[in-house]
């Protein structure tokens, strides 16, 4: 059992914080938002996880547990040191690291004992390097830390999960010390399974961003062949489906969409390519990869205005599904923002429905409208567009919606209804890749 202050409380820093926790070390989670740390040490949860709250619970009554604003005193008592904070995209492509540097300062300024300090964060390789120079330096080598490089690699939606049962846990430090503290922290995965892998610092950063790199690109590549299986008259799901069973390709993340979204891919692949610039490294997959994306996010405008007779100007678009995946509250670059911006621009109008996220599109679009369940924004629209999968839109009652609806266009772009449904419903539709019926 170690103690642990996790700086930054967002969705990987709470997330990692909880599940130490319950591996059965003494937790302090740290945030500079005051309104954060107050609303969970009032109960509250800031984001929506599956499972998140009830863990949060339990280990909060046994006291393993805690938030604080109090960063320097948590510091202080604690001998592992985790950075989760934000690394955002700045203006040229590459990794902010304000926030993770802001961290160190609050970190050095309060060094009383031996610490491990760890970046959870995505950082670009190289990072962990300029942190133990910028420590070294400052304390002119007489400073007692060592430095681990551990990536987190949770989804949202699926974050407790993936952290409590990982696929592997990544441990970058050069330091025997450090590495059997971090197995410590770690203990009950090493019990059970051994999912840990030592590396090298800089080799531990760059797992880090290979393999956000090459889902994102698997992504792209299958949205590509979809496109190309909507003129050739092949079916993308059954393709995906067989080139899936074949181990060498695994059948994860070939799902064909409106492009990927999230906090973390566009700006992961933008900060690899920044980086590969800046070593003169010519990547000509990630381009292809963050230009297909792009193309595909546009791509869904277009079929819209495509399907719809007469084009989308003047119509009224019901768009199902907000966030850049199911089961998060997160809208941070989903493709449903491009959508609704491409509508507006050409004269349409959008009824929008969350089952989560209304309230933070609002943030973005404040002057579209926003319903409380599918069937009040569906009722006189023209066309209905899935852009998120949603399980509650899996058995949409398409009969109800047909009476509902204006005129008869639907585009799903998770290919989550079922198109016999849809054409005995008479609707008009669409979807990415699939032959019609
Ligand atoms: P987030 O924006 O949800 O949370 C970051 C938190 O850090 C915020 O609450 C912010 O107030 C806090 N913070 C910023 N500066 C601080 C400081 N100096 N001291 C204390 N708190 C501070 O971010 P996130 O989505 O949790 O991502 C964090 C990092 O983890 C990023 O590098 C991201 O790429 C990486 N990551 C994210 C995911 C994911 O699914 N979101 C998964 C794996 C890795
Ligand atoms: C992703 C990675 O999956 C995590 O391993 C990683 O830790 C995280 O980024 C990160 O570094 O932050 P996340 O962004 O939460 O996790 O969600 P994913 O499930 O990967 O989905 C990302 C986007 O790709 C979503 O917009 C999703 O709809 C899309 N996607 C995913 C597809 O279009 N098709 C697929 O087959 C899979």
């Known amino acids: 059992m170690k103690n642990i202050t996790i700086i930054g409380t967002g969705y990987v820093g709470l997330v990692t914080g909880v599940g130490l926790s319950e591996f059965g070390n003494k937790v302090i989670c740290v945030d500079i938002n005051q309104s954060k740390i107050n609303d969970l040490n009032a109960g509250k949860v800031p984001i929506y996880e599956p499972g998140l709250l009830d863990l949060i619970r339990k280990n909060v009554n046994s006291e393993r547990l805690f938030f ?12 592992v040191i985790i950075i989760a904070v934000g690394t955002p995209q700045s203006k040229n492509g590459s990794a902010d690291l304000k926030y993770v540097f802001d961290a160190l300062d609050s970190i050095s300024e309060n060094l009383n004992s031996y610490k491990v300090i760890v ?16 420590l070294k330096k400052k304390y002119e080598d007489n400073i007692d830390f060592d430095y681990v490089s551990n990536p987190e690699f949770l989804r ?23 590495l ?63 080139m899936g069973k074949d181990g060498r390709i695994s059948d994860k993340f070939l799902h064909p969409g409106p492009g990927f979204g999230g906090s973390c891919f566009p700006k992961d692949l933008e900060a690899l390519l ?107 629209v023209d ?31 998770r290919n989550i209804l079922n198109m016999k449904e849809l054409s005995e419903q008479g609707f008009v539709y669409d979807n990415i890749g699939r032959i019609k019926i």
């Open 119 to 134: 970046t959870k964060s995505t950082v670009p390789i190289g990072t962990g390097e300029k942190i133990i120079t910028k």
């Open 274 to 380: 920044s980086l590969s610039k800046e070593h003169s490294v010519t990547m000509e997959t990630l381009q292809a990869a963050i230009k297909a994306n792009r193309n595909q996010k546009e791509r869904i405008g277009e079929k819209l205005d495509r399907l719809v007779s007469g084009g989308i100007k003047g119509k009224k678009i019901a768009i199902l599904g907000l966030t850049f995946k199911a089961n998060t509250d997160d809208v941070r670059e989903s493709s449903t923002i491009d959508l609704i911006k491409f509508i507006l621009n050409q004269g349409g109008f959008v009824n929008a429905y969350d089952p989560i996220a209304n309230e933070s599109m609002a943030k973005i679009f404040n002057d579209i409208h926003y319903f409380d369940n599918v069937y009040d924004a569906i009722c006189e």
């Open 68 to 79: 604080s604003s109090d960063i320097a005193s948590s510091i202080k008592e604690s001998e």
């Open 180 to 242: 059997q503290i971090m197995r410590d922290i770690y203990r009950p995965l090493y019990i059970n399974k051994n999912p840990i892998q030592r590396a090298a610092v800089e080799t531990s950063e760059m797992i880090k961003y290979a393999s956000n790199s090459f889902l994102a690109l698997k992504i792209s590549f299958i949205n590509e062949i979809a496109n190309l299986c909507e003129s050739v008259g092949a079916d993308v799901h059954d393709v995906a489906i067989a």
């Open 156 to 178: 949202e939606g699926s974050a407790v999960k993936d952290f409590l049962w990982p696929d592997r846990v990544i441990i970058g430090t050069n330091n025997e010390k450090a």
């Open 383 to 413: 066309a209905l567009v899935i852009m998120t999968e949603w399980n509650e839109f899996r058995a949409l009652d398409l009969n109800r919606i047909k009476k509902s609806m204006r005129n008869n266009y639907v585009l799903d772009t």
